[in-house]
T-cell receptor, first 112, second 116 residues
Framework: DVKVTQSSRYLVKRTGEKVFLECVQD?????MFWYRQDPGLGLRLIYF???????EKGDIPEGYSVSREKKERFSLILESASTNQTSMYLC???????????FGPGTRLLVL | AQSVTQLGSHVSVSEGALVLLRCNYS??????LFWYVQYPNQGLQLLLK??????LVKGINGFEAEFKKSETSFHLTKPSAHMSDAAEYFC??????????????FGKGTTLSVSS
């Protein structure tokens, strides 16, 4: 079975802090994704990566950056956290773009 | 650009009743279609997917969905609801005709409530 893990289930941070969310997959998938999920808005794509060191902006990249130094690991960075970034963050991976995505359990981030 | 519309943000059924969750999509080419389920405080889990071939797709937990090209629909059904089906359900589409860089496009989700 594909396993996607996220470093934290719950995080509480202060406004202005730099926040790192880590995601690791164990199936040698080429593609990895970061979404945020908010009530009534569904899943919105922040960034995705189709190869090591490669990244593409999604629909809502503002205020976020990403890093993929190794194939199995995809990090989401909030350079200066703001209260409007309080959300559920979901990581996913897939063998190919447009193929089935496998999701981690999510990180619920609260920014105070 | 492709898009996904899930009709009804909230659906309530009684235990044992038919479950019908609606999904319509727009796509310029034949798409891949997915249904995911999300239980409280968990990530998304694949229920079923349509790629090519048979238009009636069977998934886990007794769910199935039918791809209807003429209606651009991919509705999710289950003949008899169980209390454990209470969750949020997401429909998603991928448009493989688009250049590399396309991820899945998700609908806004439908919350299914099941009463006893």
């Amino acid at each position: 079975d594909v396993k996607v893990t996220q470093s934290s289930r719950y995080l509480v941070k202060r406004t202005g802090e730099k926040v790192f969310l880590e995601c690791v997959q164990d199936m040698d998938h080429e593609n990895m994704f970061w979404y945020r999920q908010d009530p009534g808005l569904g899943l919105r794509l922040i960034y995705f990566s189709y190869d090591v060191k490669m990244k593409e902006k999604g629909d809502i990249p503002e205020g976020y950056s990403v890093s993929r130094e190794k194939k199995e690991r995809f990090s989401l960075i909030l350079e200066s956290a703001s209260t409007n970034q309080t959300s559920m963050y979901l990581c996913a991976s897939s063998v190919g773009l447009g193929e089935t995505q496998y999701f981690g359990p999510g990180t619920r981030l609260l920014v105070l | 650009a492709q898009s996904v519309t899930q009709l009804g943000s909230h659906v309530s059924v009684s235990e044992g009743a038919l479950v019908l969750l609606r999904c319509n999509y727009s796509s310029s080419v034949p798409p891949y279609l997915f249904w995911y389920v999300q239980y409280p405080n968990q990530g998304l889990q694949l229920l079923l997917k349509y790629t090519t071939g048979a238009t009636l797709v069977k998934g886990i937990n007794g769910f199935e969905a039918e791809f209807k090209k003429s209606e651009t629909s991919f509705h999710l059904t289950k003949p008899s609801a169980h209390m454990s089906d209470a969750a949020e359900y997401f429909c998603a589409v991928s448009d493989l005709g688009v250049e590399a860089g396309t991820a899945l496009i998700f609908g806004k989700g439908t919350t299914l409530s099941v009463s006893s």
